[in-house]
């Protein structure tokens, strides 16, 4: 009898918070948006979408956290030594290719993974398309979006977005995943860094209009009140200075070794001794740690990859690792992914997600099972946890560990009250009526009280 009520009790909150999400979504991404900035800097715009849907203040990204990697991990749900894309400059010791930003095109870096617009292409008949979102345009599993967009800076956001809804209205076919990829703030944040609140704060204005064009355009073409629209982005930006320079060359010839990528986390492949080239470099200066490819801490999950080299080197936050004396970025990204400077955001609206909520933080490689579960697919194996985001998500049932110790407090108080009155009112039915009987006087050994 104790069972029924609680089930009854769980169907009906579940009713209330479960539903059918529609299965088409829009994923963007604003380079370099760092999470903090939401709160700095007025934006009208991407606040109104915030507030008719919901916001993660933080996304703790992957390390490390530069642009390639986890653009990657965002979409595949993988940390970086399980997807491959280890760094935006790579070399792989078995094949001796590189890879570079420039030189990406190579469908061997890309295929240890399968990012989710082929996986939307390989079930349900899905058509996927992209507009400059990295790797879209490579053939993965022998596979490109089936619209795409060859990665060309001077194409302008508008541009973009036009192709991007032009795709997203076809009707034949119909396309129910898009990316759509734009450089800033990240291109100014490196430029002047963070803490130039004048130049970032008319970077930060441009792209905000940029998301009210979006939505205008979306709204429009009448796709806004069905399409599920994620916007987010790859890692922060931190502020850098010119007094806060590593030099290799003070600490180690260059003879030694090759920089296979660069500050403010460097890759170093070393020519000959590699215990010579470590020592040197462990002690070249006190804000950089260096690590054997072995010693690389557990929490980074950035050691059982190939790609990545035998040393690594990883600078303080705001310092930057250069070989000769000479600063050339404001600001940069890479660092520890535990720094609040290294995270963005995320926000999403739309008939999947809930509207209003609000979390603190969930791991970039949680937003995978998330856009699987609204397109309905079968995601590939991945480090992401769809219950991290369920909070996020309309048709979840939703609740926390305060909330959910209340409720079955409540419930067990309910059911001790109601099995009481049922017992109290099944032994009341159950006992014979007593009839009247004189009153009897107990009696013991000692002689009765006479009066």
């Known amino acids: 009898m104790q069972l029924v009520p609680a089930l009854c009790l769980f169907a009906l909150l579940s009713c209330c918070c479960w539903g059918s999400p529609a299965h088409r979504l829009l994923l963007v991404s604003f380079d370099g948006f760092r999470a903090d900035y939401l709160r700095t800097y007025r934006l009208p715009h991407l606040r109104e979408l915030v507030e008719d849907g919901v916001l993660v203040e933080r996304v703790h990204n992957a390390f490390i956290t530069k642009t390639f990697p986890n653009h990657y991990s965002i979409v595949t749900g993988l940390y970086e030594e399980s997807h491959g894309i280890v760094a935006n400059d790579m070399y792989d010791p078995d094949a001796k290719k590189k890879f570079s930003q420039f030189n990406d095109s190579d469908p061997f870096w890309w295929n240890e993974a399968v990012p989710i617009w082929v996986t939307n292409q390989q079930q349900n008949n899905g058509s996927s ?7 879209t345009d490579v053939r993965i599993n022998n596979t490109t979006p089936r619209f795409f967009m060859k990665y060309n800076f001077s194409v302008t956001f508008e541009e973009r977005v036009e192709k991007v809804v032009g795709w997203l209205s076809s009707s034949e076919p119909v396309v129910n995943f898009a990316a759509l990829y734009w450089e800033e703030p990240d291109a100014s944040g490196h430029k002047y860094g963070p803490d130039d609140t004048e130049h ?15 939505t205008s355009k979306l709204k429009a073409s009448g796709l806004w009140d069905t399409l599920n629209v994620i916007i987010t982005s790859d890692h922060g930006m931190a502020q850098c200075s010119p007094e806060k320079l590593i030099v290799l060359d003070a600490c180690i010839g260059r003879g030694n070794y090759t920089l296979i990528d660069r500050s403010p986390v460097a890759a170093v492949l070393p020519k000959n ?23 690389i801490p557990d929490r980074f999950h950035y050691r059982h990859n190939k790609r990545i080299q035998p040393i690594i080197l990883i600078a303080d936050e705001g310092w930057t690792i250069v070989q000769h004396g000479a600063l050339s970025k404001r600001g940069d990204h890479g660092y520890d992914n535990t720094l609040p400077s290294m995270h963005p955001f995320l926000a999403a609206r739309g008939p999947a ?24 697919l079968t995601p590939q194996p991945h480090n992401g946890t769809l219950s991290h985001a369920k909070c996020l998500l309309a048709d979840q049932w939703c609740i926390h560990l305060p909330e959910a110790v209340g409720i079955v407090i409540g419930v067990l108080m309910v059911l001790t009250t109601f099995s009481c009155i049922v017992i109290i009112i099944t032994k009341s039915r159950a006992a014979p009526p007593h009839p009247f009987s004189r009153l009897q006087l107990q009696s013991d050994d000692d002689d009765p009280l006479i009066g």
Request: net charge neutral; glycine share 6%; charged share 25%.
């Open 129 to 135: 398309a992209a507009a400059m979102w990295p790797g």
């Open 200 to 214: 970032m704060r008319r970077v930060l204005e441009q792209v905000d209009e940029h998301i009210g064009f979006l």
């Open 273 to 295: 001794d590699k215990k010579y080239v470590y020592d040197l470099l462990k002690h070249c200066n006190d804000h950089m740690k260096v690590y054997l490819k072995e010693e």
């Open 353 to 376: 997600f809930r509207r209003g909520s609000q979390q603190s933080t969930i791991n970039n490689v949680d937003i995978y099972p998330m856009m699987c579960h609204i397109l309905g």
